[in-house]
């Protein structure tokens, strides 16, 4: 049968792409994605980061050979989809179960950096960041045997690594998470040189043929497209909401007693850290300040009203604690 007969028999026949088009296309997908990725983890906004991880690790795994052109992007997003995980030491990225998040995005800035033509200041900072938060996680945790085992895989016999690893070897003996060096190099100071390395990626990169194409099409549609956005993202906001209502984690599935507590805790922290007309500020004692250090062991810097609901302190909030906190790594 004719060309001209299947088209009447079965209607036109469908479009298929070559695949060179295919690999133009999928080109696209990838600019566009780790475009995305890198704004909303500069922007810090955790479920676009996830939803735009998603695709372009299913981009990235599409293809067959990675291009010279590719390879910047594709090691970049690898690397801030570990550096978004890097404090979740039951997330692997390795066939080897030893190697933590950081470990695995040490490898991907070491790929990236034999890309980039030039190194500066900034490439440094970053690589001795990663290298200081690989073995400042597991101390957090309290694993200092493996933060003592990563320290010899990271650290070769050049004298250029020798006095810094020096340094580590000796926190990692002492068992002191919050020792200055690993407080001045801290996980938020590498997300900050990490967000100032992804700017200015994307203000070299951050134009591309989808990102155009989709940039007329909201302006051609004007307010609709607008409209269709923000009712798309009330949308997405009450799913996130109640996602976060529906999610209780195991550790908040305490006591009854322990539920009740954080409830009045609530209440108290919606009034800051205000104290009733006439009383007068009580001071931290030395068991008060031992508790507050083993409830960050345990739970982690940033988790406040967990490390007071476990721990036994005496008129106190989780603003109190953290500024306490403060004040501890101050003196140090």
Same mark, same amino acid.
């Given at each position: 049968?004719?060309?001209?007969? %299947?088209?009447?028999?079965?209607?036109?026949?469908?479009?298929?792409?070559?695949?060179?088009?295919?690999?133009?296309?999928?080109?696209?997908?990838?600019? +566009?994605?780790?475009?995305?990725?890198?704004?909303?983890?500069?922007?810090?906004?955790?479920?676009? +980061?996830?939803?735009?991880?998603?695709?372009?690790?299913?981009?990235?795994?599409?293809?067959?050979?990675?291009?010279?052109?590719? &390879?910047?992007?594709?090691?970049?997003?690898?690397?801030?989809? %570990?550096?978004?995980?890097? &404090?979740?030491?039951?997330?692997?990225?390795?066939?080897?179960?030893?190697?933590?998040?950081?470990?695995?995005?040490?490898?991907?800035?070491?790929?990236?950096?034999?890309?980039? !033509?030039?190194?500066?200041?900034?490439?440094?900072?970053?690589?001795?960041?990663?290298?200081?938060?690989?073995?400042?996680?597991?101390?957090?945790?309290?694993?200092?045997?493996?933060?003592?085992?990563?320290? /010899?895989?990271?650290?070769?016999?050049?004298?250029?690594?020798?006095?810094?690893?020096?340094?580590?070897?000796?926190?990692?003996?002492?068992?002191?998470?919050?020792?200055?060096?690993?407080? !001045?190099?801290?996980?938020?100071?590498?997300?900050?040189?990490?967000?100032?390395?992804?700017?200015?990626?994307?203000?070299?990169?951050?134009?591309?043929?989808?990102?155009?194409?989709?940039?007329?099409?909201?302006?051609?549609?004007?307010?609709?497209?607008?409209?269709?956005?923000?009712?798309?993202?009330?949308?997405?906001?009450?799913?996130?909401?109640?996602?976060?209502?529906?999610?209780? !984690?195991?550790?908040? #599935?305490? %006591?009854?007693?322990?539920?009740? #507590?954080?409830?009045?805790?609530?209440?108290? /922290?919606?009034?800051?850290?205000?104290?009733?007309?006439? #009383?007068? #500020?009580?001071?931290?004692?030395?068991?008060?300040? &031992?508790?507050? &250090?083993?409830?960050?062991?345990? +739970?982690?810097?940033?988790?406040?009203?967990?490390?007071?609901?476990?721990?036994?302190?005496?008129?106190?909030?989780?603003?109190?604690?953290?500024?306490?906190?403060?004040?501890?790594?101050?003196?140090?």
């Amino acid at each position: 049968m004719s060309e001209a007969g %299947r088209e009447e028999e079965g209607g036109s026949v469908p479009f298929v792409p070559s695949a060179l088009a295919e690999a133009v296309a999928a080109d696209w997908v990838l600019e +566009f994605s780790c475009c995305c990725l890198c704004r909303h983890f500069v922007e810090e906004c955790g479920a676009e +980061f996830r939803r735009w991880r998603d695709v372009a690790q299913a981009v990235s795994n599409g293809f067959s050979k990675v291009t010279t052109h590719q &390879k910047k992007m594709v090691y970049l997003c690898q690397l801030l989809i %570990r550096i978004a995980d890097g &404090k979740r030491l039951e997330c692997q990225f390795e066939n080897d179960t030893r190697i933590s998040p950081l470990e695995s995005a040490l490898s991907f800035w070491t790929l990236l950096e034999r890309e980039e !033509s030039k190194l500066n200041t900034l490439h440094e900072e970053i690589r001795r960041l990663i290298q200081i938060q690989v073995v400042a996680v597991y101390m957090e945790k309290g694993y200092y045997k493996e933060a003592a085992e990563v320290l /010899e895989r990271l650290f070769t016999d050049s004298e250029s690594h020798k006095p810094l690893r020096m340094k580590l070897a000796a926190i990692v003996k002492s068992k002191d998470p919050y020792v200055p060096l690993l407080q !001045s190099f801290s996980y938020n100071l590498l997300l900050s040189k990490v967000k100032t390395y992804v700017e200015l990626f994307l203000k070299e990169n951050g134009t591309n043929f989808l990102l155009q194409a989709a940039t007329k099409q909201v302006e051609s549609k004007g307010g609709e497209v607008r409209v269709l956005q923000n009712k798309t993202l009330n949308v997405e906001e009450k799913e996130n909401n109640l996602d976060a209502k529906q999610r209780p !984690s195991s550790k908040e #599935r305490c %006591r009854t007693s322990n539920v009740q #507590r954080l409830k009045v805790l609530k209440n108290v /922290e919606e009034h800051g850290d205000d104290l009733p007309c006439g #009383r007068r #500020r009580q001071p931290w004692t030395y068991e008060e300040d &031992k508790k507050l &250090k083993s409830g960050v062991r345990e +739970f982690g810097v940033g988790n406040w009203t967990k490390i007071l609901i476990h721990g036994d302190f005496n008129n106190r909030t989780s603003v109190m604690l953290k500024d306490r906190w403060r004040t501890l790594c101050k003196i140090k």
